[in-house]
């Protein structure tokens, strides 16, 4: 989890780090640099308070990215808590 001071992630901030899930982003950023989360070594699961303005997935490159929701999805990449882990909603 991000502090919610946190207003920009820059480009390659996370580049080749593979102990990143899940990401709590906070609504106070505003910006993700290309290739932020790029090259990970696994998925990522992120959870976004609000979706940054002018967000892309260029900051995921080489990822398989899991979008959080708390109701079952089927319709893409999503997950959810199980106990405390990140699970994958069964696609």
Known sequence: TFP???TNIGAAAFIGC??????ILPDTI???G????????GNIFIEFESMP???SDSC?????????SEVERTDGNFWHYV?????????
Do not use: H
Request: charged fraction near 5%; aromatic fraction near 14%; hydrophobic fraction near 40%.
């Open 4 to 6: 919610t001071s946190l």
């Open 18 to 23: 593979s102990s990143l899930t899940p990401l």
């Open 30 to 32: 505003t910006s993700i």
């Open 34 to 41: 290309d290739g932020a989360f790029s090259n990970i070594g």
């Open 53 to 55: 303005v002018g967000w």
């Open 60 to 68: 995921l490159e080489g990822t398989i990215t899991y979008w959080y």
């Open 83 to 91: 106990g405390d882990v990140p699970t994958p909603w069964l696609v």
